[in-house]
């Protein structure tokens, strides 16, 4: 089984500052991880996954994550932060060869103050 | 092109109904998977769905039921409704067999208030 641990709840960040949403997973298999974003009364948005190769990846909207394996942590970091950018976002692991079963964990709500 | 659709969007009932909610997925998509989000948390892996058949599923009682039509699109049915299944219920389409480079689509949800 899987476990993700997001470390804050809630971040504050000012505007055109940078942020960085910390996760950590526990898996006894290898995993892919998922970073999603969600907007008030919507569903989730894929911003990037890691499934292999390069540690660093980028994704949607300025964001990027880095996978660290020893570390077991998959933090999400964006240099320059918009007032759209206020919402919540889930980190995610599923175990490779799954059925997309993903175990999410329980969100950081960014918020861009101007 | 569609995405996730769902139905209804909001929802109330009282304790000890029945509920049913829907889902049609993303056009090309023959897998569905439903998720429970509680206020404040994550969201929780409920089943899933393909070829008609529940083929994963996560840790819910048997109140929690589903089901998948030749069309693919699926129901989510919750009898002796509790309090405690206040949620948004999101429903997630897939094509089965294709790699994780092709994402899970999701939809907005429904929202559930049992009172």
């Known amino acids: 089984a899987q476990s993700v641990t997001q470390l804050d709840s809630q971040v504050p960040v000012f505007e055109e500052a940078p942020v960085e949403l910390r996760c950590n997973y526990s898996?006894?298999?290898?995993?892919?991880l998922f970073w999603y974003v969600q907007y008030p009364n919507q569903g989730l948005q894929l911003l990037l996954k890691?499934?292999?190769?390069?540690?660093l990846v980028k994704g949607i909207n300025g964001f990027e994550a880095e996978f660290n394996k020893s570390q077991t942590s998959f933090h999400l970091r964006k240099p320059s932060v918009h007032i759209s950018d206020t919402a919540e976002y889930f980190c995610?692991?599923?175990?490779?060869?799954?059925?997309?079963?993903?175990?999410f964990g329980s969100g950081t709500q960014l918020t861009v103050l101007p | 092109d569609a995405g996730v659709t769902q139905s209804p969007t909001h929802l109330i009932k009282t304790r000890g109904q029945q509920v049913t909610l829907r889902c049609s997925p993303k056009s090309g998509h023959d897998t569905v998977s439903w998720y429970q989000q509680a206020l404040g948390q994550g969201p929780q892996f409920i089943f899933q769905y393909y070829e008609e058949e529940e083929r994963q599923r996560g840790n819910f009682p048997d109140r929690f039921s589903g089901h998948q039509f030749p069309n693919y699109s699926s129901e989510l049915n919750v009898n002796a409704l509790l309090l405690g299944d206040s949620a948004l219920y999101l429903c997630?389409?897939?094509?089965?067999?294709?790699?994780?480079?092709?994402?899970?689509?999701f939809g907005n949800g429904t929202r559930l208030t049992v009172t």
């Open positions: 890691y499934l292999s190769g390069s540690t």
């Open positions: 995610a692991v599923t175990a490779v060869g799954s059925a997309r079963q993903l175990t």
């Open positions: 898996s006894s298999v290898s995993v892919y």
């Open positions: 997630a389409s897939s094509l089965q067999g294709s790699s994780y480079n092709s994402p899970l689509h």
